[in-house]
């Protein structure tokens, strides 16, 4: 490979002080703790994939010698650790015939070469190796040597190896990663197979009718903050793993594969399910409420909660009217004692109140309501709340609610930047452990803030926040304005990756005409910069709400003007409120 070389012809004498500044400046700002860690992650985990990739080449470097001694189904040869002969290689044997021509000029070509069979390496030392035959007769060998002892050679060819290639339950962005490491190492003749679970005789009998000689097979597990990635080799013919390597790969490089590829991107076509739900739903949460490990939908509408099971069709479970009428702001679940409760912000004339209720034998049960304050889950485990007053909305410092004794009380405060609110922040991790908080301000940008509480990034504008839960401060005169203040986007949190909804204006110059779709974006910071990227777009109208189980995304989106106009073809009703159910298996 040849590089363009650009030849300057500015006087040295000129740049160098400021090459020099330059320079002190580099080392100043590189040396500084953390910045080690993204060189050295990308680095390292790349290390790792090569090492599985060289210990799969090392069966295949092309090497020749002969055959010097028979005994039995042994063999010796005379080439060993020198040549990167290893236990597990197999080599092929071949007598050389009569030479051959070429068929005009007559000039010497080589030498037929007739096939005896395979042989396995199982023993090296320097300069020998022993191996037993696995393909062929034991008497065949011993006669070919017997005649000619210096012509039964055994060779690895410097052909491509066909090589099945299958990545099972391994992320598709990282098995995608090693996949073109070998495919740029120019040694094999990959074989696409799909990544559906199956029994490894599946996988063999797949590679062998399609003409593989090596079966590759990946697996990984999740520990910790890494994935364990398995490789594992097969010779086709019958089936025998040769080599089994496993490395570690941090999970946040794996992340970051996800985030240059950018491919995964459904439409609200790609949805599993799809439910139309009467007009008036505007909140959305999931959790398991009775514990039995299948997560349950809830919405709310007004101040009426329902509980779904999602199937084939909408199941209803549970359902109940909060005691006082209002309209619920916030509806959130927390797991408390291997099971969720469900959280309700509800605004009445001005006021909040806030319950939790849990399924008790087949109907909610209230065990906590407080005045005056908002309550929300964060990491679906614990529970924080902030107070609020009329004439600021949110008022004073998040703090924890602890359950203690059987009662839920006021627990330390959250450390939050000054005006970051209880809906307006979710806490994020960088792969080294580091702490930041990403939340919304007032204007539609989010901000990320490291842990000395300083804002190191501010991403793009998302518009305002919906007008139904925008609401304004009280005044004691009504001369004086006091602003607003507002009930933000849900931020959801997915290991280190943070979820928003973005919202595109029918006409970006009037948003009040309502959205003509939607989208949802991730965030993922590395601890250095935070990466953007469309994780589901082509939402049609206006997200409402969203949440996340384990393996699925739940989305409740209006449509523009609340009418979805290919009901009228139908002769369906063409108002209402549509939920989307969505795969995260893959991303």
Not at 337 to 344: A, E, G, H, Q, T
């Amino acid at each position: 490979m040849t590089r363009n070389v650009t030849v300057r012809t500015n006087k040295t004498k000129q740049v160098k002080p400021l090459i020099i500044i330059l320079l002190f400046f580099s080392l100043f700002v590189f040396a500084q703790k953390g910045y080690a860690v993204k060189g050295s992650l990308e680095s390292e985990e790349v290390l790792q994939l090569l090492s599985i990739k060289n210990e799969a080449l090392s069966y295949f470097k092309p090497v020749t010698g002969k055959i010097i001694s028979i005994n039995g189904s042994k063999v010796k040869i005379d080439i060993g650790l020198r040549q990167s002969v290893k236990a597990g290689m197999r080599l092929s044997v071949f007598k050389e015939g009569a030479p051959f021509k070429h068929p005009i000029t007559r000039e010497p070509l080589g030498k037929i070469e007739l096939p005896i069979g395979d042989i396995e390496i199982i023993a090296v030392t320097e300069t020998e190796s022993t191996g037993i035959i696995v393909k062929g007769k034991p008497e065949d060998f011993a006669k070919s040597l017997a005649k000619s002892p210096d012509n039964l050679k055994v060779r690895v060819p410097g052909t491509q190896v066909k090589m099945l290639f299958y990545q099972g339950d391994v992320d598709w962005f990282l098995g995608d990663s090693y996949y073109h490491m070998l495919t740029d190492a120019g040694r094999f003749e990959l074989i696409d197979t799909s990544t559906e679970v199956r029994p490894l005789s599946e996988i063999i009998s797949e590679a062998e009718a399609k003409g593989a000689d090596v079966a590759l097979a990946l697996n990984s597990e999740e520990v910790g903050d890494q994935v364990k990635l398995t490789q594992k080799l097969f010779w086709v013919s019958d089936s025998k793993m040769f080599s089994e390597k496993t490395v570690p790969v941090n999970i946040a490089y794996v992340r970051e594969l996800r985030f240059k590829a950018g491919l995964f991107r459904p439409k609200e076509g790609d949805a599993l399910l799809t439910f139309q739900l009467p007009s008036g739903i505007r909140r959305l949460a999931v959790g398991d409420l009775d514990g039995n490990g299948e997560p349950e939908i809830i919405i709310a509408s007004g101040n009426m909660i329902r509980a779904y099971r999602a199937g084939v069709s909408l199941m209803p479970l549970w359902e109940m009217r909060t005691p006082l009428d209002g309209d619920i702001i916030w509806l959130d679940t927390a797991n408390q004692n291997k099971k969720d409760v469900v959280l309700i912000t509800l605004m009445r004339g001005g006021d909040i109140i806030s319950y939790i209720y849990e399924i008790r034998g087949f109907k909610f049960e209230q065990i906590y309501k407080s005045s005056d304050t908002f309550i929300r889950a964060i990491n679906n485990m614990s529970i924080i709340g902030q107070k609020h007053n009329r004439a600021d909305g949110y008022y004073g410092n998040v703090f924890y609610i602890r359950h203690i004794d059987g009662q839920y009380k006021r627990g330390d405060d959250l450390k939050l930047q000054p005006g970051v609110n209880i809906y307006d922040f979710q806490i994020v991790n960088a792969p080294d452990g580091r702490q930041a908080v990403l939340a919304w301000d007032e204007d539609g940008f989010l901000n990320l803030y490291n842990e000395q509480g300083v804002k190191v990034w501010t991403g793009g504008d998302f518009g305002d926040f919906p007008p139904e839960f925008t609401f304004k401060k009280e005044s004691p005169t009504i001369m004086r304005e006091r602003g607003s203040w507002s009930v933000k986007d849900r931020l959801i949190v997915i290991g280190n990756e943070v979820f928003a909804p973005k919202r595109k204006p029918l006409v970006d110059m009037a948003r009040g005409l309502g959205y003509s779709s939607s989208e949802i974006r991730g965030f993922w910071w590395n601890g250095f910069i935070v990466r953007e990227q469309v994780f589901i777009e082509g939402i049609s109208g206006e997200i409402l709400d969203y949440a996340v189980t384990e393996d699925r995304l739940v989305v409740l989106s209006k449509p523009l003007f609340g009418i979805r106009a290919g009901n009228i073809l139908r002769g369906e009703n063409p108002f209402g409120t549509m939920l989307y159910i969505f795969s995260l298996k893959g991303r």
